[in-house]
């Protein structure tokens, strides 16, 4: 967890600092610069004043460059005990997210990629711009309160397949993915239609409606696919979570929760994907990808599922236990790629630069 008081290089940041964007709830120039966010979770903000900080990322051919960030919040709602208790890392659009600060200093061309394995390690590349066999489809930016949102055109699950229309956030910063009706109807039905399983009464502990007791030998999985605008169809390894709910005895359940409002692509959606966040050229890419390998060039193919596998195989290593918070047993490694010969900019030799460590994805206005 990151603490100013605990670093030598942390400074706080004036209002006149053009890095301040609530300037006008200042009391004066050199007063301490506020920062502000609200979230779709209910009741849920960080605040608290801006801080300048050194972040340290490596790069791509194992040389160390040193970049500068800043972070300081305070958190109510949610963040306190259920989600990401330490914060976010700002990947949004805005112009002081890290990705933007990156690009716009010349470091980095205006992309980054985010890659998580099975046990919900992963890595984040600023500067990739994917490679030219991944799949793809435009984002559908709102200019005002631009975010990563993306059309959903159809769902398939299993021998199930319909048409959709619907637009989804794609959320590096939330574990799990969230549907509004009528896409959660029809997701969530279709998989349970296909379930040959015993459901598990609903629990409140649990955010999934839809939970199974384990088979010990025949449990199956169906495939999960989301066809996106273009026609490139979004394939989803890791549908489900197992959960423990009491010693020795564990259920499966559907990793998707209702949602009142908005549709969210989560993080356990992206299993085993190299997902591309192309803001250049304004689209979202895909591959299935080794997520422990750093080599652009040594993608592999995410090893499918055996229905016939044990059940703990067939749900890959992570579980979720209703007391756990959801970020537990996540950690990211970040890296920098430097840009490609043919970038038309000229780039120089990563300096100290500042990235602002913010929690820029889910704000409410």
Same mark, same amino acid.
């Given at each position: 967890?990151?603490?100013?008081?605990?670093?030598?290089?942390?400074?706080?940041?004036?209002?006149?600092?053009?890095?301040?964007?609530?300037?006008?709830?200042?009391? +004066?120039?050199?007063?301490?610069c506020p920062y502000k966010v609200a979230y779709v979770s209910a009741d849920t903000s960080s605040s608290g004043t801006?801080? #300048?900080?050194?972040?340290?990322?490596?790069? #791509?051919?194992?040389?160390?460059?040193?970049? !500068? #960030?800043?972070?300081?919040?305070?958190?109510? +709602?949610?963040?306190?005990?259920?989600?990401?208790?330490?914060?976010?890392?700002?990947? !949004?659009?805005?112009? $002081?997210?890290?990705?933007?600060?990156?690009?716009?200093?010349?470091?980095?061309?205006?992309?980054?990629?985010?890659?998580?394995?099975?046990?919900?390690?992963?890595?984040?590349?600023? +500067?990739?711009?994917?490679?030219?066999?991944?799949? *793809?489809?435009?984002?559908?930016?709102?200019?005002?309160?631009?975010?990563?949102?993306?059309?959903?055109?159809?769902?398939?699950?299993?021998?199930?397949?319909?048409?959709?229309?619907?637009?989804?956030?794609?959320?590096?910063?939330?574990?799990?993915?969230?549907?509004?009706?009528?896409?959660?109807? /029809? $997701?969530?039905?279709?998989?349970?239609?296909?379930?040959?399983?015993?459901?598990?009464?609903?629990?409140?502990?649990?955010?999934?409606?839809?939970?199974?007791?384990?088979?010990?030998?025949?449990?199956?999985?169906?495939?999960?696919?989301?066809?996106? =605008?273009?026609?490139?169809?979004?394939?989803?390894?890791?549908?489900?979570?197992?959960?423990?709910?009491?010693?020795?005895?564990?259920?499966?359940?559907?990793?998707?929760?209702?949602?009142?409002?908005?549709?969210?692509?989560? /993080?356990?959606?992206?299993? !085993?994907?190299?997902?591309?966040?192309?803001? #250049?050229?304004?689209?979202? !890419?895909?591959? /299935?990808?080794?997520?422990?390998?750093?080599?652009?060039? =040594?993608?592999?193919?995410?090893?499918?599922?055996?229905?016939?596998?044990?059940?703990?195989?067939?749900?890959? /290593?992570?579980?979720?236990?209703? *007391?756990?918070?959801? *970020?537990?047993?996540?950690?990211?490694?970040?890296?920098?790629?430097?840009?490609?010969?043919?970038?038309?900019?000229?780039?120089?030799?990563?300096?100290?630069?500042?990235?602002?460590?913010?929690?820029?994805?889910?704000?409410?206005?």
């Open positions: 967890m990151y603490s100013p008081n605990m670093s030598l290089t942390s400074q706080k940041v004036p209002c006149n600092n053009n890095l301040c964007e609530l300037q006008s709830e200042c009391s +004066g120039a050199t007063s301490l801006l801080v #300048e900080d050194i972040l340290y990322l490596m790069t #791509e051919d194992a040389r160390s460059e040193v970049v !500068g #960030e800043d972070c300081f919040w305070v958190q109510t +709602g949610s963040f306190l005990d259920v989600a990401a208790p330490n914060g976010l890392f700002g990947l !949004g659009m805005e112009k $002081i997210s890290v990705p933007s600060i990156l690009a716009n200093s010349g470091f980095t061309s205006d992309s980054f990629s985010i890659c998580f394995g099975r046990d919900g390690i992963g890595r984040i590349s600023f +500067g990739d711009r994917g490679s030219s066999d991944q799949k *793809e489809t435009p984002f559908s930016v709102n200019k005002v309160h631009p975010t990563y949102n993306i059309s959903i055109v159809g769902i398939s699950v299993g021998s199930t397949a319909t048409k959709a229309d619907f637009s989804a956030l794609v959320d590096t910063g939330t574990s799990f993915t969230y549907f509004a009706d009528p896409a959660y109807t /029809q $997701i969530s039905g279709a998989f349970h239609a296909q379930v040959q399983d015993k459901r598990y009464v609903p629990d409140s502990r649990i955010p999934f409606e839809y939970c199974y007791y384990m088979s010990s030998n025949n449990t199956i999985i169906h495939s999960v696919n989301l066809t996106t =605008s273009g026609g490139d169809q979004f394939p989803v390894s890791d549908p489900t979570i197992v959960i423990s709910i009491q010693q020795n005895e564990f259920v499966y359940c559907f990793a998707v929760v209702k949602s009142n409002k908005l549709n969210i692509i989560g /993080q356990n959606f992206f299993t !085993g994907l190299r997902v591309v966040f192309d803001r #250049e050229r304004m689209v979202l !890419g895909w591959k /299935q990808f080794n997520c422990y390998d750093a080599e652009q060039s =040594s993608s592999l193919p995410v090893t499918p599922r055996n229905s016939s596998s044990s059940p703990h195989d067939a749900f890959g /290593q992570g579980s979720y236990t209703p *007391e756990a918070t959801k *970020e537990s047993g996540s950690s990211t490694q970040v890296t920098v790629l430097t840009p490609p010969v043919n970038c038309s900019s000229s780039f120089k030799t990563l300096t100290n630069i500042v990235v602002l460590l913010i929690l820029l994805h889910l704000p409410i206005f």
